[in-house]
Nanobody, 123 residues
Framework: VQLQASGGGLVQAGGSLRLSCAPS????????MAWYRQVPGNERELVAD???????NYADSVKGRFTISRDNAKNTVYLEMSSLKPEDTAVYYC??????????????????WGQGTQVTVSS
């Protein structure tokens, strides 16, 4: 099971983008889903996370501009980004704590990462 992220791109400052992420295979349960971002040379940082019950946490740098949400029926997490700034430029990664059944019928807990999607904000 892997996470597939999409929605990145190039946008001007002040613009908006929407990222999506979902697992590629069948999962039994997904707990926390999150978005991280990383700039070359820096550590990966948490942007926002959301629990299965809807509790949300944001990094201070994105509060009021970004909105995380999830569709539990589709096992999908979204990140709506508005009022984008050049300093938001980074590779964005989705992350999820999930449970799936492997090929021998055993439950497997996995902290999965998406492949990363580039967001570039021009000034």
């Amino acid at each position: 099971v892997q996470l597939q992220a999409s929605g990145g791109g190039l946008v001007q400052a002040g613009g908006s983008l929407r990222l999506s992420c979902a697992p590629s295979g069948r999962v039994s349960r997904i707990d926390v889903m999150a978005w991280y971002r990383q700039v070359p040379g820096n550590e990966r940082e948490l942007v926002a996370d959301i629990t299965s019950s809807g509790s949300i946490n944001y990094a201070d740098s994105v509060k009021g501009r970004f909105t995380i949400s999830r569709d539990n029926a589709k096992n999908t997490v979204y990140l709506e980004m508005s009022s984008l700034k050049p300093e938001d430029t980074a590779v964005y990664y989705c992350n999820a704590d999930l449970l799936y059944v492997d090929y021998v019928g055993q439950f497997v807990a996995l902290n999965a990462w998406g492949q990363g999607t580039q967001v570039t904000v021009s000034s």
